[in-house]
């Protein structure tokens, strides 16, 4: 039975030669899961006869010698926040408990097109709210490294997944930070594309000006991979992009040359933890050794990206969630008087604390009279974010900093102080609200044996750059092979 160790592109590689077949790599991830995932409960639900019959067709259709596509015979976990026809998409919330859409995502038809196997549908903080993944409805995702720690949020399923090898690759959605943080606290790659590269039909919607759906991988091409499969314009998103792909799997392996690394002063303040500054700083030696130029400059507007970031994604949220009032989706109570009485019983009863606290503060944010001071004023500051990055860019090639201030806090310590969690969101949500392209990767283990992860953010649609630049990092480094404990 072939052992998850290697990457997505070399499992992929296994699969082409005939070393290994579709079949027995789904069958090894089930059991990966099964054996694993009472422990770390990563998924909120596993697609078992189905992928064994996918991963069989294909392996047929291989052996036949018809043509397959870029991820035949891969096994991959989606967040559950995404459309899955025929399996239940629950967005980790009551109030979609049972529902089964009637339609596949965007990103799930390219997936299939591309013949991977779909094992399961991953654990999330409701509707994507959350730093944590202690916000889903139904469970708590443990970190793989240590258990007592979080995973990070909210795509901490996909991310936990990827990291305990129980399948190579996942889709996540990222609207403040929810790939790149979990990526970076559970030691894998993780990418968020620029906005409108990859297309949201199908994703369940937070902050629709924000959110966008991006791959996690053991390594880099991985990622580069997928990004490649997931890539592409959609006429049934307004906000999709009609640019080329370029064939990022292909570039990947090329080194950058003349490389500038930027690295901002607002990045490196009180509160960072010492050991993520000191793994940080010796990336910057690495890309020194490399032959990149460390440039130093400022993001002023930085520090007013959480209040800015917290005002559009609860008032987009406000708007988006009106939808599940108990008529068109999901739950509907069963006690009620009159029609208002069953809108509010059955949002009473299906969204969770944070949920509520989102859309009590969206709507706050929204209405007469506070409309200018609070959602109009957090969209003139997200354009001098956006400004601060264009003059950046213009100094370099990619932007370095942490991803988080700290590894993975432990289970419980911020969950019941929300504001402290928005805060742990301070490096990653200024990329969503410019609606640049980021990713985290492996830079280091605490003294404690946690992740330490390094997050390189590039211009709009220079994705190719930033998977470059990553892998130049990577291929000088040994983080990317280090595994949790068994
Ligand atoms: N932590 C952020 C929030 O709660 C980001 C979540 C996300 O990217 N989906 O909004």
């Not at 990222?174 to 606290?185: E, L, M, Y």
């Not at 009590?360 to 990055?389: C, E, H, N, P």
Request: hydrophobic residues 40%; proline residues 5%; charged residues 20%.
């Amino acid at each position: 039975m072939p052992a998850l160790t290697s990457s997505a592109v070399d499992l992929i590689a296994q699969l082409n030669c005939g070393e290994t077949s579709s079949f027995a790599l789904t069958e090894t991830c089930l059991q990966t899961i099964s054996a694993q995932d009472a422990n770390i409960r990563a998924f909120l639900s596993t697609n078992a006869e189905a992928s064994l019959a996918q991963a069989k067709a294909i392996d047929e259709k291989r052996k036949a010698g018809q043509p397959v596509g870029k991820l035949a015979g891969l096994p991959i976990a989606i967040k559950d926040n995404m459309c899955t026809r025929g399996m239940k998409t629950t967005c980790a919330s009551r109030i979609l408990e049972n529902f089964v859409p009637p339609y596949d995502a965007g990103v799930v038809e390219k997936l299939k097109a591309a013949d991977a196997v779909l094992v399961g549908k991953t654990n999330l903080d409701e509707f994507a709210m959350g730093s944590s993944t202690e916000n889903s409805a139904f469970q708590v995702t443990r970190n793989p490294w240590n258990v007592e720690h979080t995973v990070g949020g909210s795509s901490g399923g996909s991310a936990a997944a990827v990291a305990a090898r129980m399948v190579p690759g996942s889709l996540g959605s990222d609207t403040g930070g929810s790939i790149r943080q979990p990526a970076g606290f559970c030691g894998v790659v993780g990418m968020k594309p620029t906005y409108g590269r990859v297309s949201r039909y199908g994703l369940i919607a937070y902050a629709s000006s924000l959110d966008q759906i991006g791959p996690f991988a053991t390594d880099v091409a991985s990622a580069a991979l997928l990004l490649e499969v997931i890539s592409g314009h959609d006429g049934r998103d307004s906000t999709s992009v009609d640019r080329p792909v370029p064939e990022y799997s292909q570039t990947v392996e090329q080194p950058l040359t003349g490389l500038r690394v930027g690295i901002a002063r607002e990045h490196f303040v009180e509160g960072l933890d010492r050991e993520v500054e000191a793994a940080i700083k010796q990336s910057f030696d690495v890309y020194r050794s490399l032959g990149a130029e460390i440039v130093e400059l400022s993001l002023p507007h930085s520090k007013y990206a959480i209040a800015t970031y917290y005002l559009i994604a609860a008032s987009e949220a406000s708007s988006n969630l009106a939808r599940f009032d108990g008529v068109h989706y999901g739950h509907r109570a069963a006690k009620f008087d009159n029609l208002i009485d069953m809108y509010s019983a059955s949002r009473g009863e299906g969204f969770g604390p944070e949920v509520k606290r989102r859309i009590m503060l969206g709507t706050y944010a929204l209405s007469a009279g506070y409309y200018d001071a609070y959602y109009l004023k957090a969209l003139k500051v997200r354009r001098l974010i956006r400004r601060d990055f264009d003059a950046a860019f213009e100094r370099c090639d990619v932007l370095a900093s942490p991803i988080a201030s700290t590894p993975a806090f432990r289970l419980g310590e911020l969950v019941n102080d929300p504001l402290a969690m928005y805060l742990s969101d301070i490096y990653t949500i200024s990329a969503n609200l410019a609606g640049i392209p980021g990713l985290s990767l492996p830079c280091g283990l605490s003294s404690t044996g946690l992740p330490i992860g390094l997050q390189l953010l590039a211009a709009p649609f220079e994705e190719e750059t930033l998977l470059r630049a990553a892998r130049m990092f990577e291929r000088a480094t040994e983080w990317h092979t280090k595994t949790p404990p068994a």
